[in-house]
Each structure stands twice: as C-alpha cells, then as structure tokens.
C-alpha cells in the first residue's frame, strides 16, 4: 500500500533548473532506498540518480555534476535539483522506492526542456 507522488515537473529552457520532489506515504521510508528514473518517447526508463537508506547516492553518468539527489526523512520525501538542463533531459521523471524485492513506483512527472 506504499505510495509516491512526484511534483515539480514543467516546461523549463535550456540552462535552466528544476527541483522534483517525491513524497512517500504508507511506508516505513528510513528503511527504502529511492531512486530517479526517466524515460523518453522511444527510449528504455533509465536510472538518473539513487540514494540509499543511509545517504549514500549513485548517478548516471549523463547527468553526474548537474543532478543533486536528496532526502528528508522527517517529510518521507525524496528530491531531484536539476541544473543545466539540456533537451535531451526531456522526460516523465519516476520516483522508486525499493526495500529488498519490495518495489514501489510514482505516477511520474513529464519535465519538458525547450526553448
């Protein structure tokens, strides 16, 4: 019964930024790794970005040095700061919120980057 809704998604230009936001409910969050993932028309869903229960974090290499990935496990909501924004970020961004074989996904959040 675990559920996750992004927010923060929209139409930004190249350069510019955007912070997602997750917020979690009907988890116990401290304990689920989250995670970023994106998927563009025609293209598999890929990791942008993940941060373990205990902070650590893991990037993909396209978005390495722009994405910051973050938590606050008081609000049991997870963020994505994107920075730099290219077209090619064009895409419905999905939260994941994963404990073991455990696996909780968000309705995703299209972000558009175009001038």
């Known amino acids: 019964q675990g559920q996750l809704v992004e927010s923060g998604g929209g139409l930004v230009q190249p350069g510019g930024s955007l912070r997602l936001s997750c917020a979690a409910s009907?988890?116990?969050?401290?304990?689920?790794?989250m995670g970023w993932y994106r998927q563009a028309p025609g293209n598999p869903r890929e990791l942008v970005a993940t941060?373990?229960?205990?902070?650590?974090?893991n990037y993909a290499g396209s978005v390495k040095g722009r994405f910051a990935i973050s938590r606050d496990n008081a609000k049991k909501t997870v963020y994505l700061q994107m920075a730099s924004l290219t077209p090619e970020d064009t895409a419905i961004y999905y939260c994941?919120?994963?404990?073991?074989?455990?696996?909780?996904w968000g309705q995703g959040t299209q972000v558009t980057v175009s001038s």
């Open positions: 994941s919120a994963k404990l073991w074989i455990r696996e909780y």
């Open positions: 009907g988890i116990t969050f401290i304990s689920y790794d």
């Open positions: 941060i373990a229960s205990g902070g650590s974090t």
